[in-house]
T-cell receptor, first 114, second 113 residues
Framework: AQSVTQLGSHVSVSEGALVLLRCNYS??????LFWYVQYPNQGLQLLLK??????LVKGINGFEAEFKKSETSFHLTKPSAHMSDAAEYFC????????????FGTGTRLAVRP | EAQVTQNPRYLITVTGKKLTVTCSQN?????MSWYRQDPGLGLRQIYY???????DKGDVPEGYKVSRKEKRNFPLILESPSPNQTSLYFC????????????FGPGTRLTVT
């Protein structure tokens, strides 16, 4: 079974500041890891994913995340926050097998202050 | 345009009145799924379908039904809605070999009074 824990249900940063959203996972098998973003009144969209290979993955809108097996973490970062980054972010995990479901974290709402 | 559509987007109903939320995708995806989103709980899977006529329970199936008679459609049925089913519902789809990379619909906000 897989699970993810997102630390901090709300994060607030100033425009231009570093964004760091934390995600730790638990998985009995090698995981696939994902970050999804939900803008206000919209469905979720995939921001980035780790499946195999390079542990630092880059996504859309300048976001990146690093898979750290020793720390069971997959934190999301962006060097400089923009007002348009305000949204809810979900970390998710899946087993490395076709047809396995996504298990989502409880979400982190990011606010960006002018 | 590749998309997942849901209808209605907003629905207010009363306890016990049967309702159906439709979901349709135009990407020829085999896999479709329903989630509910509640504050502090994230997204929880209700039901999913690997292909036509193949459906299975997710984590929170009680009080819901689904059917998959056509590849593109995956309606969610609440036979007798109750207030604890007030939630934001999302439909999603993906290719069968890539079920972790799902395309989500815009959501249906359901209120049961």
């Amino acid at each position: 079974a897989q699970s993810v824990t997102q630390l901090g249900s709300h994060v607030s940063v100033s425009e231009g500041a570093l964004v760091l959203l934390r995600c730790n996972y638990s998985s009995s098998v090698p995981p696939y890891l994902f970050w999804y973003v939900q803008y206000p009144n919209q469905g979720l969209q995939l921001l980035l994913k780790y499946t195999t290979g390079a542990t630092l993955v880059k996504g859309i809108n300048g976001f990146e995340a690093e898979f750290k097996k020793s720390e069971t973490s997959f934190h999301l970062t962006k060097p400089s926050a923009h007002m348009s980054d305000a949204a809810e972010y979900f970390c998710a995990v899946s087993a490395q097998s076709s047809g396995d479901k996504l298990t989502f974290g409880t979400g982190t709402r990011l606010a960006v202050r002018p | 345009e590749a998309q997942v559509t849901q209808n209605p987007r907003y629905l207010i109903t009363v306890t016990g009145k049967k309702l159906t939320v439709t979901c349709s995708q135009n990407m020829n995806h085999e896999y479709m799924s329903w989630y509910r989103q509640d504050p502090g709980l994230g997204l929880r899977q209700i039901y999913y379908s690997m292909n036509v006529e193949v459906t299975d329970k997710g984590d929170v199936p009680e009080g819901y039904k689904v059917s998959r008679k056509e590849k593109r459609n995956f309606p969610l049925i609440l036979e007798s809605p109750s207030p604890n089913q007030t939630s934001l519902y999302f439909c999603a789809s993906s290719p069968l070999g890539n079920t972790y990379e799902q395309y989500f619909g815009p959501g249906t906000r359901l209120t049961v009074t």
